[in-house]
């Protein structure tokens, strides 16, 4: 599987700093925005596999719109809230629009880095899963085309069979010499 694309929407410089760094070390390619504002532009531009935006960010656009943009633009984008501010409310609000993830600041590393293979696993398997459904088509169009040509060849023999038939009854013809004859139209 492709390597996962990622962008990280925090406003503190630090925190998204330490993700684009623990990141990149993990093997991910990351991008960063600095605000829910950036982070709209950029995921109207391009797909993401996932986005870990923080909840709470100044200029009118926070973690919320940022997940609800990411869903308008692909379904297929999970998106991982991060707030220093948890509670029940939002943690449930971000799971009922769509949030893969919901993660309390600082954020744990570790705990990031499960969640990330947790979802890089998801990925695989409905990617799997996608080509089986293809490898399927094809083999049923494949089946359905051979059981069409051997109708028309059964068809074909069957009337073969049909006028050889009406060939014996009409001129009595011996039955040794009917199946040589039978023999060599088959064989041709």
């Known amino acids: 599987m492709k390597q996962l694309k990622i962008l ?3 406003d503190d410089p630090f925190t998204l700093k330490m993700l684009d760094k ?3 070390k993990e093997g991910y390619d990351i991008e960063t925005a600095q605000d829910g504002v950036e982070a709209g532009k950029l ?3 391009k797909f993401y596999d996932i986005i870990i935006t923080d909840l709470v960010m100044p ?8 997940l609800e943009s990411a ?10 809230l991060l707030t220093a501010h948890a509670s029940v409310e939002n943690a449930v609000e971000a799971m009922r629009k769509g949030a893969a993830d919901y993660l309390k600041k600082p954020v744990n590393f570790y705990e990031l880095t499960l969640r990330l293979e947790k979802i890089r696993n998801y990925k695989k398997l409905l990617k799997n899963a996608q080509d089986l459904r293809e490898a399927m088509d ?3 169009r494949n089946a359905s085309q051979t059981i069409q040509h051997l109708e028309m060849s059964v068809a074909e023999l069957q009337s073969i069979v049909y006028e050889i ?3 014996i009854m009409s001129q009595s013809i011996d039955p040794k010499k009917c199946v040589d004859m039978v023999l060599d139209i088959v064989s041709s």
Request: glycine share 10%.
């Open 43 to 45: 995921i109207s531009q």
């Open 71 to 80: 869903k308008a633009k692909n379904k297929e984008t999970e998106v991982i």
């Open 165 to 167: 038939r009406q060939v």
């Open 138 to 140: 094809v083999t049923e």
């Open 59 to 66: 200029g009118g656009v926070d973690g919320m719109d940022v």
């Open 22 to 24: 623990k990141l990149v």
């Open 8 to 10: 990280a929407v925090d």
